[in-house]
């Protein structure tokens, strides 16, 4: 009987840290989404030219007008 309870209360051990392991990978997770989004939205927003509208007829003409 004593092997059993020791046998018992090993599989309780590994699946508690199973859990436990369960968890903080979901943390990670969130956090990593979290600051991937984050710092994919501050690096769009603060680049200086992302949402302009490029006249691309007017470059052209500057660079044809140089030659």
């Known amino acids: 009987m004593g ?3 020791c046998r018992n209360a ?3 051990v590994v699946d508690d840290w199973g859990y436990v392991a369960v968890v903080i990978d979901r943390v990670q997770l969130y956090v990593f989404l979290v600051v991937t989004v984050l710092g994919s939205a501050a690096l769009l927003t603060n680049a200086p030219h992302i949402f302009e509208l490029v006249d691309q007829d007017e470059i052209k ?3 044809t ?3």
């Open 3 to 5: 092997v059993m309870m």
């Open 10 to 12: 090993y599989a309780q």
């Open 61 to 63: 003409r500057r660079l």
């Open 65 to 67: 007008s140089h030659n």
